[in-house]
């Protein structure tokens, strides 16, 4: 659940406290303070929520508390209340960059929306300084493989843990599911980063091919897809390259390869060495609230690429695509994308042709949104309504991907 946090700052005892209970009941995180010089060590960049401060203060007030928290981050949200309801201040206010100025006494519901909105903007801005320090990281797990599921931050560490090992890696998947770009990423994130990588299919390579290939990627890395499909004469030329070292090896496969295995097709002491360092890629069925994620990149990617503007996605359009099976996985919703950046009606067709599952998910997913909207995006009374308790109903909400924030 996303913490709403919410710093007020107010010398008056008992507005203090009102306010606070206001907030609370708008299932906002109030932390309360009496001054300033009680507030300040809760005003840094890293506080991801905003600030409601009363302007007149003995000391310090409102206008000092504004500046001090523009040092810190100047786009740290700061709202100013104050009794007066002049003109002239409320004009200071906005012109020494206030996010809003109301009037005490103020209704709840204008100031819960106020709030609302400049969370929404903290969010927005705390979360592309996330994806900025992520591409200057030199992180290549974060800055490539999107996914907010714990899915997806577990095939980032287990990226990371195979590039720190150095061992050759075996990367499997369902077909569509991105095999080879991991693998890319495993060879950005490891020490042969700046050697080459090289792309190969395993079906038909014969020996004198593989020792070229080898050899031109002699301190970088070597991807063999299907792996199982690499001739058995081949495999044995590739097991004394491996043992000659000079290169590092990334086998995928979509294929059981332990039946592979047994059934003969492939060494075992190939398999064995790759066994060392392996992992499976999820189909996008195991994680549907990457969905999202992953559909507005490839749009944004594909309208970039077409010289076109990004066009709107709605959440029904979203909705129809997390309830897909997606049996294609990643490479089958990057076609959709660039459909839809094209205008060429993926999002028309998106439920087309779906299972009785999928129709439910459809189903249970508009239930929750048109809760949420009754409820005024309060997630309490939407559980309410529903008849559901409140872990299961927020694990629906991450399930597809919905924000109760998003119908206030």
């Known amino acids: 659940m996303t913490i709403r946090r919410v710093l007020l700052v107010d010398d008056d005892a008992a507005v203090r406290e009102a306010l606070g209970q206001t907030l609370e009941l708008a299932e906002f995180d109030a932390i309360t303070a009496g001054s300033f010089v009680e507030a300040k060590d809760n005003i840094t960049p890293e506080f991801s929520g905003v600030i409601v401060s009363d302007i007149r203060m003995p000391g310090r007030d409102g ?15 700061v709202i100013l209340l104050t ?52 591409l200057e990281s030199g992180d290549p797990a974060a800055r490539m493989i999107f996914g907010t599921s714990p899915q997806s931050e577990q095939m980032r560490a287990r990226v990371r843990a195979a590039a720190r090992a150095g061992t050759d890696v075996l990367i499997t998947g369902a077909r569509g599911s991105g095999i080879s ?39 970088g890395t070597l991807f063999l897809d299907e792996i199982a499909q690499l001739p058995r004469d081949t495999q044995l030329a590739l097991v004394d390259m491996l043992d000659a070292g000079g290169a590092r090896l990334i086998a995928g496969s979509v294929e059981n390869l332990g039946a592979a295995v047994e059934a003969g097709t492939l060494s075992a002491e190939l398999f064995y060495r790759l066994e060392v360092m392996q992992f499976h890629i999820p189909a996008l069925s195991e994680r549907p609230q990457d969905i999202p994620v992953l559909f507005r990149h490839y749009v944004a990617q594909a309208a970039e690429q077409a010289g076109l503007d990004a066009p709107d996605i709605t959440e029904d359009v979203l909705a129809a695509l997390m309830a897909r099976d997606w049996p294609g996985n990643t490479r089958a919703l990057m076609s959709a994308a660039m459909r839809f950046a094209l205008g060429l009606g993926e999002a028309e067709g998106v439920s087309e042709g779906l299972g009785l599952n999928e129709r439910l998910a459809q189903v249970e997913r508009s239930l929750l949104a048109d809760a949420l909207k009754r409820a005024g995006g309060q997630a309490r009374a939407a559980a309410v309504a529903l008849k559901l308790p409140r872990k299961t109903f927020y694990d629906k909400l991450a399930k597809y991907a919905l924000k109760p924030e998003d119908f206030r």
């Open 63 to 77: 206008f000092h508390l504004l500046d001090y928290a523009h040092q810190q981050d100047p786009e740290l949200p």
């Open 83 to 134: 009794g007066e309801g002049d003109i002239p201040m409320a004009v200071r206010a906005m012109s020494a960059g206030a996010f809003d100025f109301l009037e005490k006494p103020c209704a709840p519901g204008d100031l819960t929306a106020v709030i609302e909105r400049a969370l929404r903007t903290r969010a927005l801005v705390l979360e592309n300084r996330r994806l900025k320090a992520q």
């Open 181 to 219: 770009k991991v693998a890319e990423v495993v060879h950005l994130s490891s020490a042969r980063a700046k050697g080459p990588f090289q792309k190969r299919s395993a079906n038909g390579l014969g020996r004198a091919q593989l020792a070229e290939v080898w050899s031109n990627c002699a301190g």
